[in-house]
């Protein structure tokens, strides 16, 4: 009878054993996937967060070539920078964009000071030509400010990609409103200049207007 009892006594321990030995493994499995999880979307998000700062970079860099080139590239007679407004549009029949028609006043003032002309390969930021013709899609429409009644104004849009210098680059879409007496950048930066379908982008608004 002893006997009898030891061995009914072994058959329950090794009973138990089993289903909490499969208890353990699955808390531990359970504990693992988890963990792997929250790794997987912490790599996310600092994925994210360095594509974000790369996008803002791009978007800041656009920002300060744009306020660059609008101060620096004046033209002399009008007063007018890169981006006009309404009264240095060409007419609809003209073969011309508004850049050459900044360009023709300014670089008559610098012939006329014995200085070369510019031409549109030598409005660089950051080493790049920025309005090379096969990156820039540069294009001008009229459009209405509602603060300034004196003409209508000009929206230019382009496209940048900026070369640092060191195999990297960055691009951004900037976008310029402009009347005689406003101005607003909006600079549109991208994470990557690879062209894929929903990169991240960033935007920085500079305005300016005189009362």
Known sequence: M?????????LKTKGFVLPLTLLVCSIILTIATGISIILTKELYFSKLSRESQLAYYAADN??????????QYIDPIE??????????????????????AVLAQVNLSRQNRGQGSIVINDIRCATSAIFDNQLSGFTTVAF??????????????????????NGTQRCANVII???????QIIARGFASCAGTAHPIERAIVNTTEIK
């Open 2 to 10: 002893k006997k009898l009892l030891n061995i009914i006594s072994k």
């Open 62 to 71: 656009a920002m300060m070539c744009a306020i660059m080139i609008d101060d």
């Open 79 to 100: 007063g007018i920078g890169i981006f006009p407004y309404n009264g240095l549009r060409p007419s609809a029949s003209e073969v011309s964009t508004d850049m050459d």
């Open 144 to 165: 209405n400010h509602a603060n300034d009644d004196t003409s209508p104004g000009i929206k230019t849009g382009f496209s940048m990609k900026m070369d640092l210098g």
């Open 177 to 183: 409103y402009k009347t005689k007496k406003y101005r």
